[in-house]
């Protein structure tokens, strides 16, 4: 079945590293994605990962993914308080509607 | 524009009221979809639109919701006999390729 888990709440200071787990169920998933949300916003696709890839890097942004595991991280390097949002994974499957399954969300406060 | 627009961004309405919320997809994009967020949760997928295709409605809650794509572009997703569970924020995409841009939502509250 589809399942993507995230924890709620994570908390770092500015100038650390921030970095944000996800486990998901379905293997047959293709690609992996990591959306922002800003409080009052839409979501905003920061990357993706390609489901055949292990690492992806852009900017302060590198994306980690263990199938074997089925465990997908976002590390964010030099956090800034403007990094404080809801970052959401979601992922998407290659048959079918192609609609995303989406974690809960983490929240992530940066703290000055 | 460059990118998804919803309207209306806000809207609250009396239980049993019925309710139209208008999403404009990004020109060109292939398919079209409604998700809804419920406080504190991740998106719900609702319905999917795809070119001259039969929606994919397997996400919707119940049949007072609905929704319309006219011309391959402009969705609306109609709520009847609005409930007060119905409130939440209701986000519609459009797909190129392989990634859905969102637009803002509609956050919509139900008195």
């Known amino acids: 079945g589809e399942d993507v888990e995230q924890s709620l709440f994570l908390s770092v200071r500015e100038g650390d590293s921030s970095v944000i787990n996800c486990t998901y169920t379905?293997?047959?998933?293709?690609?992996l994605y990591w959306y922002k949300q800003e409080p009052g916003a839409g979501l905003q696709l920061l990357t993706y990962i390609f489901s055949n890839m292990d690492m992806k890097q852009d900017q302060r942004l590198t994306v980690l993914l263990n199938k074997k595991d089925k465990h997908l991280s976002l590390r964010i390097a030099d956090t800034q308080t403007g990094d404080s949002a809801i970052y959401f994974c979601?992922?998407?499957?290659?048959?079918?509607?192609?609609?995303?399954?989406f974690g809960s969300g983490t929240r992530l406060q940066v703290q000055p | 524009g460059a990118g998804v627009s919803q309207s209306p961004s806000n809207k609250v309405t009396e239980k049993g009221k019925d309710v139209e919320l208008r999403c404009d997809p990004i020109?060109?994009?292939?398919?079209l979809y409604w998700y809804r967020q419920s406080l504190g949760q991740g998106l719900e997928f609702l319905i999917y639109?795809?070119?001259?295709?039969?929606?994919?409605k397997s996400g919707l809650p119940s049949d007072r919701f609905s929704a319309e794509r006219t011309g391959g572009s402009v969705s609306t997703l109609t709520i009847q006999r609005t409930q007060q569970e119905d409130s939440a924020v209701y986000l519609c995409a459009s797909l190129l390729a392989d990634t859905q841009y969102f637009g803002p939502g509609t956050r919509l509250t139900v008195l």
């Open positions: 639109f795809q070119g001259n295709s039969a929606p994919d």
């Open positions: 979601a992922e998407k499957f290659d048959t079918g509607r192609r609609a995303l399954t």
């Open positions: 020109s060109g994009h292939t398919a």
């Open positions: 379905d293997s047959s998933s293709t690609y």
